[in-house]
């Protein structure tokens, strides 16, 4: 958070990143090509999700370890209650303050293999993300954020009840917020004031919102099934158009349709007031580069 006021201080609007961990030898290669770009980039912070595998764990908290150790980001790792028992999250935590990690993003986590599945608590672990905020709270001097819904959370009967319990969650000790990505602003924006109505001092956290470059639109589609997050018709016409009828969609054109559309969403949440903007990058810099230098976001000389 302090990062964002130092960004901000510059007068350049902060701007921060997410990796996912690499599955193998190549795929931590490309991690580290993208780690490289956004480094000449200097994004207030760079997150790590975590997966539910157990190699891909251990992998996990190392690379995020290797980011704080050689690099000048600033790595914030996720961390997820599903399938850990309370010691094992202990144990976790440890690991990352040996390694200099003081930030984590507090999730619950979805059931492994179908995310909308049963989710079943681990018999010695937590249930709810806010739960696991106060374990954190308790083990030491960590920066907190969690996850926010524009659409609402998936499980949560209405929104009424979801801001309830999102504001909660801020009030376990969370710093501030990063949102699910998301294709309607006005989504965004109905969160931000329905937070804000129902506890101002929560409402005043930063609440992060999460874009994603679409640089495809069948992998889009499958993914905003997997996030439960809604494409608007408006933009899934301009991208239809744009991937045309053949039997391949046009990657180009799609791409050039989903970089300008990051874009004017970037342009809006920008003119509303949003603290930074938080991309989902898949470990990949470029498309996500082309959206910052369209909002002048990239430092002078990069
Ligand atoms: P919670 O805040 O615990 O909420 C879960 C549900 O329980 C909600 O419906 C909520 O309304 C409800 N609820 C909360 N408190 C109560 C209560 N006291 N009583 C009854 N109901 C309650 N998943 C991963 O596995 N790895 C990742 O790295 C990862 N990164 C993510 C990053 C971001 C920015 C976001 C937005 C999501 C990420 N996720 C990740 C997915 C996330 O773990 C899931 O969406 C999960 O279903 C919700 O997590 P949560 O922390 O919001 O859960």
Redesign the pocket.
Known sequence: LDRLDAVRAEGRMPFSV?FMPPRDEEGEARLWRAVRTFERMDPAFV??????GGSTRDRTVRVTGEIAETTTLLPVA?L???NHSISELRALMGSYADQDVRNV??????P?GD?LGK?VRHPAGL??????VELVRELGDFHVG????PE?????PDLD??V???A??LRAGADY?????FFDVDDYLRLRDAVAAADPEQGAKPLIP?IMPITSLKSVVRMAEL?NAKIPEAMRAELRAAAGDGPEENRAAVRAVGIDIATRMGERLIAEGAPAL?FCTLNFAKATSEVLENLGMLPVGV
Not at 47 to 52: I, K, L, Q, V
Not at 177 to 181: A, C, D, E, P, R
Request: proline share 4%; charged share 20%.
């Open positions: 997410e997150s790590m999700t975590y997966g539910a996720h997820t209650a599903v993003l507090v999730l619950r986590g979805d492994p995310p989710w249930k709810y993300a806010s739960e696991v969690v996850a926010a819904f609402g959370h998936h499980r949560s009840t979801d309830r319990y999102f909660n969650k917020s990063i949102t699910q990505m999460g996030s938080h």
